[in-house]
T-cell receptor, first 115, second 112 residues
Framework: GENVEQHPSTLSVQEGDSAVIKCTYS??????FPWYKQELGKRPQLIID?????GEKKDQRIAVTLNKTAKHFSLHITETQPEDSAVYFC??????????????FGQGTTLQVKP | DGGITQSPKYLFRKEGQNVTLSCEQN?????MYWYRQDPGQGLRLIYY???????QKGDIAEGYSVSREKKESFPLTVTSAQKNPTAFYLC???????????FGDGTRLSIL
């Protein structure tokens, strides 16, 4: 069935370094890819999203890249800060989701930024 | 995301008891969703609704039920048939067109 794999499951970086989280998806019909940040005990918050008609999108220190051929998409965080520490989830839209909005979520990456 | 309200924040269920989790939104969103989150795992879809009086099962609907009598409200009932209900439950909503889902603050359900 439809699936989203996310790696790594944990990531530890030094403050100021870059962090990269990668996801692969199985459904070639997926056309929408959001990323959410979830702090401990809080709601997931949308931080950036990308649609299949573009290959890259940036928002300040955050960027997302999409390779439709390989069915990969990645989150890049530059100049990491301690407040970036959280769990990050990728997601991909499911076939037919233009009406339903259904998403499949990756398993999550726990990012720790050490001061 | 302040327009999506989940209550209560914490809930305890006794054996054999049904409990209902509330989700209300004032964003005029058509679509609403319920997810279950277990420690160290991603979000799994329980039920979703695109319009009033209509809803569909997600990937893990067994032991759960929902209703959508009003556009603003999408309550989730965890029935006694759900043998492992301990989890963090998240409600989300989405506007029309190609809009992202936005989440409420969640309800943490535990067994007494």
């Amino acid at each position: 069935g439809e699936n989203v794999e996310q790696h790594p499951s944990t990531l530890s970086v030094q403050e100021g370094d870059s962090a990269v989280i990668k996801c692969t998806y199985s459904d070639s019909a997926s056309n929408y890819f959001p990323w959410y940040k979830q702090e401990l005990g809080k709601r997931p918050q949308l931080i950036i999203d990308i649609r299949s008609n573009v290959g890259e999108k940036k928002d300040q220190r955050i960027a997302v890249t999409l390779n439709k051929t390989a069915k990969h998409f990645s989150l890049h965080i530059t100049e990491t800060q301690p407040e970036d520490s959280a769990v990050y989830f990728c997601a991909a839209s499911m076939r037919g989701s233009s009406n339903t909005g259904k998403l499949i979520f990756g398993q999550g990456t726990t990012l720790q930024v050490k001061p | 995301d302040g327009g999506i309200t989940q209550s209560p924040k914490y809930l305890f269920r006794k054996e054999g008891q049904n409990v209902t989790l509330s989700c209300e939104q004032n964003l005029n969103h058509d679509a609403m969703y319920w997810y279950r989150q277990d420690p160290g795992q991603g979000l799994r879809l329980i039920y979703y609704s695109q319009i009033v009086n209509d809803f569909q099962k997600g990937d893990i609907a067994e032991g759960y039920s929902v209703s959508r009598e009003k556009k603003e409200s999408f309550p989730l009932t965890v029935t006694s048939a759900q043998k492992n209900p301990t989890a963090f439950y998240l409600c989300a909503s989405r506007g029309r067109g190609n809009q992202p889902q936005h989440f409420g603050d969640g309800t943490r359900l535990s067994i007494l």
